[in-house]
T-cell receptor, first 119, second 111 residues
Framework: DVKVTQSSRYLVKRTGEKVFLECVQD?????MFWYRQDPGLGLRLIYFSYDVKMKEKGDIPEGYSVSREKKERFSLILESASTNQTSMYLCASSFSLVYGRDTNTDTQYFGPGTRLTVL | KQEVTQIPAALSVPEGENLVLNCSFTDSAIYNLQWFRQDPGKGLTSLLL?????REQTSGRLNASLDKSSGRSTLYIAASQPGDSATYLC??????????FGTGTSLTVIP
């Protein structure tokens, strides 16, 4: 079974702190994703990565950065946490599928989530 | 940009009833569509993935259909059980390696 783990289930930080959220997958997936989930807004993509050291901005990258130094690990960084970054953060991973020149993602597997509160 | 809508936002049914959850999307140029289940405070669990060339997928009491041309998918749950209570989300994947998610349908199955 695919396993995606996240470093913390619950996290409380203060405004202005630097926050690291880590995600590890054990299935040698090329793609890794960071989402945040807020009531009424659903899941929104922050960043994704399709290979080591590669990253792409999602829909809401402002205030976040990411790091992927190893294939199995994808880190989300809040450079200076703010109260509007209080949310549930979900990490996911998937294989890439190749359709001619295009690539796309196979089934996404999610971690258990990190509930971040910024005071 | 792809937009995904799920209606209704919430649904409550008695145990044993068959039910249908709906998902619609604005751009029919998708590669695949995935249905997920989410329990409160937890991550998402994949239920079914339908490739764009397929019309349906089945897993146990679950059946998902896809009509790409009309931008619609349904998730059919047969003989519902209290353990089916959860939020169900659909997501579509187009060009690029990402999914676009709906906001989900919260299902309650009453014993």
């Amino acid at each position: 079974d695919v396993k995606v783990t996240q470093s913390s289930r619950y996290l409380v930080k203060r405004t202005g702190e630097k926050v690291f959220l880590e995600c590890v997958q054990d299935m040698d997936h090329e793609n890794m994703f960071w989402y945040r989930q807020d009531p009424g807004l659903g899941l929104r993509l922050i960043y994704f990565s399709y290979d080591v050291k590669m990253k792409e901005k999602g829909d809401i990258p402002e205030g976040y950065s990411v790091s992927r130094e190893k294939k199995e690990r994808f880190s989300l960084i809040l450079e200076s946490a703010s109260t509007n970054q209080t949310s549930m953060y979900l990490c996911a991973s998937s294989f890439s599928l190749v359709y001619g020149r295009d690539t796309n993602t196979d089934t996404q597997y999610f971690g258990p989530g990190t509930r971040l509160t910024v005071l | 940009k792809q937009e995904v809508t799920q209606i209704p936002a919430a649904l409550s049914v008695p145990e044993g009833e068959n039910l249908v959850l709906n998902c619609s999307f604005t751009d029919s140029a998708i590669y695949n569509l995935q249905w997920f289940r989410q329990d409160p405070g937890k991550g998402l669990t994949s239920l079914l993935l339908i490739q764009s060339s397929q019309r349906e997928q089945t897993s146990g009491r679950l059946n998902a259909s896809l009509d790409k041309s009309s931008g619609r998918s349904t998730l059919y749950i047969a003989a519902s059980q209290p353990g089916d209570s959860a939020t169900y989300l659909c997501a579509v994947s187009g060009t690029g390696n990402q999914f676009y998610f709906g906001t989900g349908t919260s299902l309650t199955v009453i014993p």
